[in-house]
């Protein structure tokens, strides 16, 4: 499933830079590790992990983003197999080290440990090459808004459909704006011509200039990212 940040975050890499939208994107997830990790609230809490899976998904997305337009060939691919391998990697020992630091430090130091990295990884934020954004794009706002909001919906019904089942009303009327917002986008990235989307999702037909095989723009780069399968 595409988290519903990783376009927008793309996106705005395309129009606003990518090293830009990286370093925002880690300066929020920081910001949000440490306002949950002296939160005594559990509405503020969710609020600032909300913040936090948006930052992560800028990071992520312009990361990708700078990997592509910094490497190419066979260095491109090796690229994207370590970020890949350490992506998978957090994801197999995340929960156990997560586990371990609860169990030693507190539940605080769970959202304290990823801010700390955060900020380290600010102090190296120099280091990537500047990559400016496309003359001339525009982020598509209507499309963006429509495709996260039905994507949020999809979401929350397919969690909450197993404890209240599938035949409640409340997950039935997530079920429904969902698909309803889903052909909305649709049908509105149809008749875009710099779409949120991308070409190779939907059948926009219009002449376009031969293009590499390699997707160029940040927001092309995290759909292709966000569906490739994880081994």
């Known amino acids: 499933m595409i988290p519903p940040g990783h376009g927008r975050a793309g996106s705005l890499a395309d129009v606003l830079g990518r090293r830009r939208v990286f370093i925002a994107g880690v300066v929020l997830f920081g910001t949000s590790g440490v306002l949950s990790a ?3 609230d559990v509405l503020l809490l969710n609020i600032v992990r909300a913040l936090g899976g948006i930052g992560a998904a800028a990071a992520v997305t312009g990361g ?3 990997l592509a337009e910094t490497f190419h060939g066979a260095a491109r691919v090796r690229a994207f ?7 998978g990697l957090g994801l197999a020992f995340g929960p156990t080290v997560g586990g371990l630091l609860v169990d ?4 605080r130091a769970v959202f304290g440990t990823p801010a700390a990295m955060a900020c380290l990884v600010l102090l190296l934020s120099p280091v990537p090459p500047r990559v400016p954004g496309a003359s001339g794009r525009r982020v598509d706002w209507p499309g963006a808004a429509l495709f996260t909001s039905a994507l949020l919906l999809l979401i929350f019904a397919v969690v909450e459909g ?10 039935l009327g ?6 309803v917002l889903g052909v909305t986008f649709a049908a509105v990235e149809r008749g875009k011509d710099d779409p949120c989307s991308t070409s ?4 926009i037909r219009r002449s376009r200039p031969r293009r590499s095989p390699w ?9 292709c990212w966000s569906t490739c399968p994880r081994t």
Request: glycine share 14%; with cysteine.
């Open 38 to 40: 002296v939160s005594g």
């Open 64 to 66: 990708s983003s700078i």
């Open 81 to 87: 197999g370590l970020l890949g391998t350490t992506l």
């Open 104 to 107: 030693t430090l507190g539940w």
């Open 162 to 171: 197993p404890e209240l089942g599938f035949g409640d009303p409340l997950v």
């Open 174 to 179: 997530a079920f429904a704006p969902a698909t």
């Open 200 to 203: 190779a999702c939907w059948p």
């Open 215 to 223: 997707p160029r723009s940040s927001s092309c780069w995290s759909r």
